[in-house]
């Protein structure tokens, strides 16, 4: 029986206690790239938290079909290849594969299904068909377009009403339209474009139909979970359960869950203001694990601000997760017996926050107490203690995707930024040495020696961290 877990539900404002059509099982979708540029951290943000959520799905017990789309037919594809006199699908299909780079980087599970818009063109039309028919679509010159007062429902995510979305309309409202809130299911073909036969003329669906015939088609007509964030809330969901329940008759998604935004200083990341980092230029520098540690570090509804400091913490917190794990390899029991309760409770922690709407900031913190436990307790543990920390570093790779596959890969990274010293023209291997000799001078109470070494690192601007399990992490100020 898989573990109950609470999420907050955006479609009623609550947290409520997550129940799948079918026991058991659990019909997810995220929305995915769009595939028209390198991805940025922000990007990111989405992309893991959709991780995430399978990921904590799976370990609790659920079965899970996960699909995660690429939007490979859009404007902004079109736009970007025609300035690089590119075919439109042909630039799709190249940064699909650049996308899938950035995924691999970050530690993500494989999704069950990655559809592609252009892959999904009979269903898009279809539903369509079934929306005009159903009389909520109209076709005006080769367009169909959703109308909108047609469903009554209009609003209930967003909690938008269409009186107030009318009145809020500044911009000249297309006279083709029934209603200013009307939007575009299909598109006429326009020169250069690609564009598909339809039984409207040739042309090419617009964005909102995309995810919800991707949706049916691998997940049947109610799905159990809808992901995206924040920014997709109004219009894209709003219009999705507003053409899919048209379309379909039924509830189009039980439960949906937003993350919210990346801010870089005291704005939201996005290409539009310019304060982009791409997800390939920060792990080439860092590495994917440290990109993930930042993305996880806070729960998926709060905001995270994009600092110098969040980097350093994670950078601290990643070296030492894959310091303990590799440490964990070479325990050996001291004796027969009985889990320590300590040891024992934290995996029942972590599950707990974790079933509280993803809580993986709580998790963490849990994790962080183990750790620095057990590296106290290393020379007293019980064979079945020692079990539970196997199992418990286990479940913190396969629930939150915090321990690499190979973790003196991510150490020795680690290592190399160190060790990029020659801006200031200090030598690691000397820090380190001089580090060692100072935990030697404490140990032997020799304070003074101690305060000395601080002191010459300090004037090369060499700032120690001494951490609870006795390590000391240093980096240039």
Not at 176 to 195: C, H, I, Q, Y
């Amino acid at each position: 029986m898989p573990r109950e877990i609470k999420i907050h539900n955006n479609l009623t404002r609550k947290k409520e206690t997550f129940e799948p059509i079918e026991a058991g099982k659990v019909k997810f979708y995220s929305c995915g790239p769009t595939t028209y540029d390198f991805l940025h951290i922000g990007n990111a943000r989405a992309l893991v938290v959709g991780d995430l959520f399978n990921r904590v799905l799976r370990a609790f017990g659920y079965d899970v079909t996960f699909v995660r789309n690429y939007t490979d037919v859009d404007d902004k594809i079109i736009d970007r290849a025609r300035e690089l006199k590119r075919d439109a699908l042909e630039h799709a299909a190249l940064f699909v594969k650049e996308c899938e780079k950035d995924m691999n980087s970050l530690g993500m599970m494989p999704a069950t299904h990655t559809p592609k818009v252009s892959e999904t063109m009979p269903e898009i039309i279809d539903m369509i068909q079934d929306i005009i028919k159903n009389g909520s679509g109209y076709v005006v010159d080769g367009e169909v377009l959703f109308h909108v007062p047609s469903f009554a429902e209009y609003g209930k995510l967003s909690k938008k009403d269409l009186e107030s979305l009318q009145h809020g309309i500044r911009v000249e409202v297309d006279q083709k339209k029934k209603n200013p809130a009307d939007f575009v299911l299909w598109k006429p073909a326009k020169a250069g474009e690609p564009s598909w036969d339809s039984p409207w003329g040739k042309g090419r669906p617009g964005w909102h139909i995309e995810c919800s015939a991707m949706a049916k088609k691998f997940l049947g007509k109610t799905l159990d979970l809808h992901h995206g964030g924040v920014d997709l809330m109004f219009p894209h969901h709003e219009n999705e359960i507003a053409q899919s329940e048209a379309a379909n008759q039924c509830p189009f998604c039980r439960n949906w869950a937003h993350n919210e935004f990346l801010n870089f200083g005291s704005e939201k990341m996005s290409k539009s203001l310019g304060n982009v980092v791409k997800i390939r230029d920060f792990v080439e520098k860092y590495g994917g694990q440290v990109l993930r540690h930042v993305l996880l570090s806070v729960h998926y509804r709060a905001r995270l601000e994009w600092s110098d400091e969040v980097i350093q913490k994670a950078l601290d917190e990643v070296k030492r997760i894959h310091e303990f794990v590799l440490e964990c390899q070479n325990m050996k029991a001291s004796s027969l017996g009985e889990c320590d309760p300590e040891i024992e409770k934290c995996l029942d922690k972590m599950m707990e926050e974790l079933s509280n709407d993803f809580n993986s900031a709580g998790a963490m913190g849990h994790y962080f107490s183990f750790l620095r436990y057990v590296k106290a307790q290393k020379e007293n543990l019980s064979n079945e203690s020692l079990a539970q920390v196997f199992k418990t570093n286990k479940f913190v790779s396969a629930a939150l995707g915090l321990v690499a596959e190979n973790p003196q890969a991510v150490l020795e990274k680690l290592k190399e930024l160190e060790q990029d010293t020659s801006a200031s023209g200090v030598d690691a291997a000397w820090i380190e040495k001089l580090i060692e000799e100072r935990k030697l001078a404490k140990s032997e109470k020799n304070w003074a020696r101690a305060d000395e070494i601080r002191k010459e690192l300090t004037a090369k601007n060499i700032v120690l961290k001494d951490n609870p399990d006795g390590s000391t992490d240093w980096k240039i100020q």
